[in-house]
């Protein structure tokens, strides 16, 4: 395959999806020209309006605000020509196949001979697309189709057409791959692809059994939440979200395009969806839908009486007990058994997935790995249904299905596909089923998931497997097995959430030691969960209740050892992040030699909101390069920067996306942002190598740390001063940010006085153990560890 | 008290239209301001021979950056005038404008001059921060209770007014409201235009597809604040901002602008020798310190002291330029003094036409002029305004 780069892609249609698109490639660092109609008065309206939007939806769009001006404006009647320019074209406008033909021909012309072309319809058929490009453009033409929102759905489904050039496809897998950070599947042509059609299903599966079984949609809601894998909105309140018209619109198009599926019967619109639609109670965006907000409560439609009424149902404590059944099998085949509706519920939408996801596997996949994989990118399934129906026993539930076909309770009566019965599973060591060809099929050999060393793994498939070099109760420090582990090793963390108590502390010394002696450099980063919550408050909390301010002191003094340890580690450390990387975890980040960063990493340094301040090095980082970034300007003055640190220490500001903690200063010009977070591990080995290969040597300790001292530590009092007095802050807020302000200034010294880190460390650690004397903080870090919310006192 | 050599006449005086900050005088510098109304001023007095002008002295709350060095002699550099006329920089805040204006009178009053310009000049677009270029606190105030104040953001001491004075937040929109709504009036009645001397910006600006500097001039003529759309329902809407259950809003306050204006005085002597008319007697001035956290109530202090030398009382004055620098502090006053609010910024006020700090006081001299060539019944005027850290001025003029 020759090398393709993209240096430029087109957007065409500044719809919700468009708009979102072209974010997501600036996210990425790719140049982006969003077309729209002209607009009335100004010819960019249109496009212009779609990108003042992105500021205000939630989740961002956009990894950094001030990004929104990198999106190139354009329109179709000014702007076709500039589409030489792009290498990738993706039309996202409405899902109307006249309406997309009409664009196409008027496009074509002016994209240049090798560009792609893309559509992301999310169900219309790529072949009838494809029709509608010239003959010089078909092999060039595909499907790609994004979910909403694109930034955070990691899901990208690829379809050919049959014209389209398969070396095409791969460089754009590669593409979205690598550098949109997106997790593809090849579909197949057929209506709504792979995601949508087993989803969609889905729902329509819930919405007959709910009615079925006369369950309330809060109910169902509590039902198909966290508690079977699946995002916390469930079902009915992520229809509310995604707008009752979209689901409307997506159950039309089964209506439409699959008459023939033994399904279709299913295949219909709720009278009270059609009602709620028709009043425009379209969900979120027009306040009311299948729930309804009336001040503090949230009320829920009765479909029977067409009246809202409070919500809140619960799941029956006997259907709850099943659910925390370790044993997929044992669940299911009590769900099965029991009486209760809810369990019976829940087994026949589980039963009719499964059985749906098995007819359909040959038509619309490549195999039940992208099926899976698909239901996890698109939908946020902890499993896709092949998964949990192996994990719970193949042929057992194969059998539950087959007789509940028999008994009539299935939603159709075709039989389970022929191959079914031949399998023990559709997931192996050596690949996934792909029913359309009867074999199993081994991952793709695409050169770019090479940069994946441990990509994300359905139930039953083989994990890649490691060997331990040495490790503690809380610690691992391991290496590939089929590697020499001489080079770059791996420490991951063992304790809940990635936390760091004090044996993580020991350990995390004693790896940089070992590396230090028998390796090239060390990789700090986590097989699962975040990358770090920073402390261990609940191994802190029996210290705290017992008063042993010794020992807590020793614990941050720990910390901050762990931290000059990692930045004067006389080999490479790098910190490989993706997640949530908090507090202490910030801090390891910060004093790493260098970070790696997955675009989708959330860093800060929330310590305020516990009622304590960055102890380990944190506040004293930031100290040191304040007082770097001042000495090169005239005025040489720390305040410049220490103002806006300042502000995002005490209000805990947390950095949404890597290019943002940059912003915010917790990451270094010198940090590395990856946009996939599956190949994170990959780029920090190649740069601990780098480093390596570069001599690496610790750097020198900084002398004569000017800091802005007690003048400073005045002028940002002086805000909070106005804070506390207009009551926006408590008084222990206050005294928190004043602890923080004293640790960034250098304590009560003169503004201008030389320090080193040794002093800024002293500081810190002071100001720490003195809030952590205090009834406040003792009740914000009890809170925390009781509810996981901050309290404000 | 009252002794003095001679009196002294506002003779003219002019203004800059005032922009929003970071509005149409974006690019344009403060001294470049002040030369603009320097040069103004004089003219109107087209005989008279600009090496006579004994000082100026020029008002700016924020002496530095663009409006440092002094800014009163680069502007009268920067006018054009001969190397003899000096300059001078006067800071008391909000008042300076007005300040430098009365200065420029005693110098008259005491026979060491006979020609002087009091003028003022805030550019609040140059200051990155609303305390200038460095925010430096003395942690002396903190170390105080009694000094705490000092520290208080001006929005804040507002608010301490409002709660202290019993001013609701209802009044205080409603006040906001008739500022814009009289200040609109006043610009579609064209009540400004004698007093504005518009101003020329000409910015050089890059034109990336042409890949050259593009000159744009813009001829900026009518004061950027007021609101003609602004209604009570928009103003109830926005959220105070000092404080979590406070009463003070961005639409409640005055706004942050750009503007300078100037104030030609002469002595009786020069008023002869040059044949002007003379539009007002310079009758007094005064501060008055109050503690900074109720700040805004400064004026109930500072206008009995201006009035009561004179023999007058509030009954007495016909117009009152009462700078608006919060409706809290603006209501405080007015009800605290029992001022007839009819008297009271007839053309509107600060939550309308803006606040360039140091500038205002000689801007508000302008308008009081304007109005007493316009209406031959008034005889008194009073322009008035509150201080940060806490202090309050009035000056006094009569009509002749």
């Known amino acids: 395959m020759s090398k393709f780069i993209i240096r430029k892609v087109a957007v065409l249609g500044a719809g919700v999806m468009g708009a979102q698109i072209a974010a997501h490639c600036v996210n990425s660092g790719v140049p982006v020209i969003l077309f729209d109609l002209p607009g009335k008065d100004d010819a960019d309206g249109i496009v212009k309006k779609a990108i003042a939007g992105l500021a205000r939806l939630e989740p961002a769009p956009l990894a950094r605000a001030d990004l929104a001006r990198q999106i190139e404006v354009a329109n179709y009647d000014q702007h076709l020509d500039r589409l030489a320019e792009c290498d990738l074209v993706i039309e996202a406008i409405a899902e109307k196949t006249e309406w997309k033909h009409a664009l196409y021909a008027r496009v074509a012309p002016h994209l240049h001979d090798k560009a792609i072309f893309a559509s992301n319809t999310s169900g219309l058929s790529i072949n009838t697309l494809a029709e509608g490009c010239p003959e010089s453009l078909q092999a060039r033409f595909c499907g790609v189709h994004f979910f909403n929102p694109p930034r955070y759905m990691p899901l990208v489904e690829l379809i050919a057409s049959r014209g389209t050039h398969p070396a095409l496809l791969d460089r754009l897998e590669t593409f979205l791959t690598s550098t949109l950070g997106k997790s593809v599947i090849r579909a197949l042509d057929t209506p709504n692809f792979v995601a949508n059609r087993i989803g969609v299903f889905s729902i329509l599966a819930v919405l007959h059994h709910t009615e079925r079984l006369g369950l309330g949609f809060d109910e169902v809601d509590a039902l198909t939440g966290p508690l079977i894998g699946r995002p916390k909105s469930a079902t009915y309140r992520t229809a509310d979200v995604v707008g009752l018209d979209t689901l409307t619109h997506v159950i039309r198009t089964m209506i439409a395009t699959l008459p023939d599926d033994p399904w279709a019967a299913h295949f219909k619109l709720p009278a009270w969806l059609e009602t709620l639609v028709g009043q425009g109670a379209l969900g979120q965006k027009s306040g009311a839908g299948i729930y309804r907000k009336e001040g503090k409560k949230i009320r829920v439609l009765d479909p029977a009486r067409g009246e809202y009424r409070d919500s809140g149902a619960e799941v029956a404590p006997e259907v709850a007990a099943i659910l925390a059944e370790r044993d997929a099998g044992r669940r299911l085949a009590a769900l099965r058994a029991s009486a209760h509706p809810q369990a019976r519920f829940l087994w026949a939408i589980f039963r009719d997935v499964f059985h749906y996801a098995a007819h359909h596997l040959s038509a619309i996949a490549h195999s039940a790995r992208d099926v899976d994989l698909a239901m996890r990118w698109g939908f946020g399934w902890a499993q896709g249904p092949f998964e949990t129906w192996q994990e719970a026993g193949w042929q057992t539930v194969a059998a539950a299905i087959a007789a509940d076909i028999a008994a009539g309770h299935a939603m159709s009566a075709t039989p389970l596909p022929a191959w079914v019965d031949t399998l023990d599973g559709v997931h192996r060591v050596e690949g996934a089923f792909d029913a359309a060809g009867a074999r199993f099929v081994a991952r793709s050999a695409l050169p770019v998931y090479q940069r994946q060393l441990f990509p994300e793994r359905v139930t039953g498939e083989a994990e890649r497997a490691t060997r331990t070099l040495w490790e503690n109760p809380e610690v691992r420090l391991w290496t590939l097995d089929d590697e020499d582990g001489r080079h770059v090793p791996v420490l991951s963390f063992k304790s809940r959430m990635n936390a760091v108590g004090p044996v993580v502390l020991d350990g995390i010394i004693e790896a940089v030691h070992r590396a230090e002696r028998e390796h090239d450099g060390l990789v700090i980063w986590q097989p699962a969960g975040p990358f770090s919550v920073g402390a261990n408050l609940k191994q802190i909390r029996p210290l705290l209740e017992a008063g042993d301010f010794v020992a807590l002191e020793g614990i941050v003094a720990k910390f901050q050892q762990m931290s000059q340890t990692l930045k004067y580690a006389q080999i490479p450390v790098i910190a490989a992040v993706s997640g949530l990387a908090l507090g202490g975890g910030c801090e390891i980040v910060m004093h790493a030699t260098r970070a790696v960063c997955a675009q989708e990493s959330y860093i800060g340094l929330v310590e305020a909101g516990v009622g304590l301040i960055p102890a380990g090095g944190g506040c004293k980082e930031f100290a040191l390069r304040t007082s770097r970034a001042a000495a090169r300007t005239a005025t040489n003055d720390p305040m410049n920067w220490l103002q806006g640190i300042f502000q995002t220490l005490a209000l805990g500001q947390l950095g949404k996306s890597a290019l943002q903690a940059a912003e915010l200063g917790f990451l270094r010009e010198q940090d590395i942002v990856v946009p996939h977070a599956h190949e994170v591990l990959h780029v920090a080995r190649q740069t601990a190598r780098a480093l390596h290969a570069a001599g690496h040597r610790a750097p020198l300790a900084p002398a004569g740390i000017p800091v802005a001292g007690r003048g400073g530590i005045a002028t940002l009092q002086m805000m909070l001063e106005n804070m506390r007095e207009g009551g926006l802050i408590s008084p222990h807020d206050y005294r928190v940010s004043l602890a923080i302000a004293t640790a960034l200034c250098g304590g009560d010294v003169e503004g201008g006085s030389l320090v080193d880190e040794r002093w800024l460390l002293d500081v810190e650690r002071e100001q720490f153990v003195t809030l952590l004397g205090t009834p406040e903080t003792a009740a914000r870090l009890v809170h925390m560890l009781e509810t996981g919310k901050p309290l404000r006192n | ?400």
Not at chain 2, 268 to 295: D, L, N
């Open chain 2, 1 to 400: 008290m009252n002794r003095q050599i001679q009196d002294a006449y506002i003779v003219a005086a002019t203004r800059t239209p005032v922009a929003k900050r970071r509005g149409a005088f974006r690019h344009v510098r403060p001294d470049d301001m002040l030369a603009h109304v320097l040069r103004a001023v004089t003219a109107q007095v087209p005989q008279l021979a600009l090496q006579e002008v004994g000082d100026v002295v020029v008002g700016c709350a924020m002496p530095e950056a663009e409006q440092g060095m002094n800014v009163a002699r680069i502007g009268v550099l920067l006018a054009g005038f001969p190397d003899r006329v000096p300059g001078v920089t006067l800071n008391r805040f909000c008042a300076s404008g007005l300040n430098a204006v009365a200065e420029a009178a005693r110098r008259i009053q005491l026979g060491e001059a006979d020609v002087m310009i009091g003028a003022g000049t805030e550019s609040m677009t140059v200051m990155p921060q609303m305390m200038g270029n460095k925010v430096a606190m003395n942690p002396a105030v903190f170390a105080d209770a009694e000094n705490r104040a000092i520290a208080y953001g001006m929005g804040l001491t507002a608010e301490k007014v409002a709660q202290r004075y019993g001013v609701s937040r209802e009044d205080q929109d409603a006040f906001a409201q008739a500022s814009h709504e009289k200040a609109s009036a006043a610009i579609a009645a064209g009540h400004f235009a004698a007093e504005i001397t518009p101003y020329a910006v000409r910015e050089h600006l890059p034109d990336l597809a042409g890949g050259a500097v593009r000159i744009v001039e813009r001829w900026v003529e009518h004061d950027e604040g007021p609101r003609a759309d602004s209604s009570r329902e928009g103003l109830a809407k926005l959220r105070p901002v000092f404080a979590a259950q406070g009463s003070v809003t961005a639409g409640n306050s005055s706004q942050m602008s750009d503007g300078a204006g100037a104030v030609l005085l002469m002595s009786e002597t020069a008023v002869k020798r040059y044949g002007v008319t003379p539009i007002a007697r310079y009758r007094g001035f005064s501060v008055a310190g109050v503690p900074p956290e109720v700040m805004g109530i400064g004026p109930v202090e500072a206008i009995p002291r201006v009035l009561e030398p004179a023999g007058l009382t509030l009954l007495d004055i016909d117009w009152i330029e009462l700078n608006e620098a919060f409706a809290a502090q603006a209501l405080a006053v007015m009800r605290t003094l029992d001022m007839d609010p009819a008297r009271v910024n007839p053309l509107g006020g600060a939550i309308a036409l803006g606040h360039p700090l140091g500038a205002t006081g000689a801007i508000r001299v302008a308008t009081l002029m304007s109005a007493m060539q316009r209406d031959p019944a008034l005889r008194y005027g009073l322009v008035s305004m509150c201080i940060g850290t806490g202090m309050g001025a009035a000056g006094l003029f009569e009509r002749v």
